[in-house]
């Protein structure tokens, strides 16, 4: 079974601070994303990468960047945490190729509280 | 532009069978995915279509049509445990694997 795990299920920050989100997966996978899922907005894409070292804009990238050093590993940091930045984070990975079974599988997310 | 729509809410009755729909307009189509999410949980996965028609797993189907722009997700026997979030999200191609989501169908079921 495919396992994502993140760093944290329940995150307190103050405004300002800078955090670190982190997420592996145990799969071997190329592709790894970063959302947030916010009520009736449902999930957006912040972060993606298809490789080491490599790293695509989402749909809402304003806030935040990203590290992913090794493959196992996606990083997501908030330079500077605000208050409409509380949320749910959710990490997920992917492999190419795998035909029709495809699919991404999910970590458990991370709450997280901006005050 | 890209649009997925599905109803924002539903509730059904323990032992019913419910169907929830999904409309999906993209630029492009590789797979169209339903995952599940429990209140406080991440979505798992639930089913794949990339082909027309309908693929069965257990209590839960997925119909497809590509021409339509449409999906469905059906539920039979309907227990309580089924209560939750059914996300509806799309692949549009390339091989990243990137799914555009649709905002989720909550649904309740009641005794």
């Known amino acids: 079974d495919v396992k994502v795990t993140q760093s944290s299920r329940y995150l307190v920050k103050r405004t300002g601070e800078k955090v670190f989100l982190e997420c592996v997966q145990d799969?071997?996978?190329?592709?790894m994303f970063w959302y947030r899922q916010d009520p009736g907005l449902g999930l957006r894409l912040i972060y993606f990468?298809?490789?080491?070292?490599?790293?695509e804009k989402g749909d809402i990238p304003e806030g935040y960047s990203v590290s992913r050093e090794k493959k196992e590993r996606f990083s997501l940091i908030l330079e500077s945490a605000s208050t409409n930045q509380t949320s749910m984070y959710l990490c997920?990975?992917?492999?190419?190729?795998?035909?029709?079974?495809?699919?991404?599988?999910f970590g458990p997310g991370t709450r997280l509280l901006v005050l | 532009g890209q649009n997925i729509d599905q109803p924002t809410e539903m509730t059904a009755t323990e032992g019913a069978i419910v169907q929830i729909n999904c409309t999906y307009q993209t630029s492009g189509f590789n797979g169209l995915f339903w995952y599940q999410q429990h209140a406080g949980e991440a979505p798992t996965f639930l089913s794949y279509?990339?082909?027309?028609g309908l693929e069965e797993k257990g209590r839960f189907s997925s119909f497809l049509s590509r021409s339509k722009g449409y999906s469905y997700l059906l539920l039979k026997e309907l227990q309580m445990k089924d209560s939750a979030s059914y996300l509806c999200a799309v692949k549009e191609g390339g091989s990243q694997g990137n799914l555009i989501f649709g905002k989720g169908t909550k649904l309740s079921v009641k005794p």
């Open positions: 799969m071997d996978h190329e592709n």
């Open positions: 279509n990339v082909l027309d």
């Open positions: 997920a990975s992917f492999t190419s190729g795998q035909g029709l079974q495809e699919t991404q599988y």
């Open positions: 990468s298809y490789d080491v070292k490599m790293k």
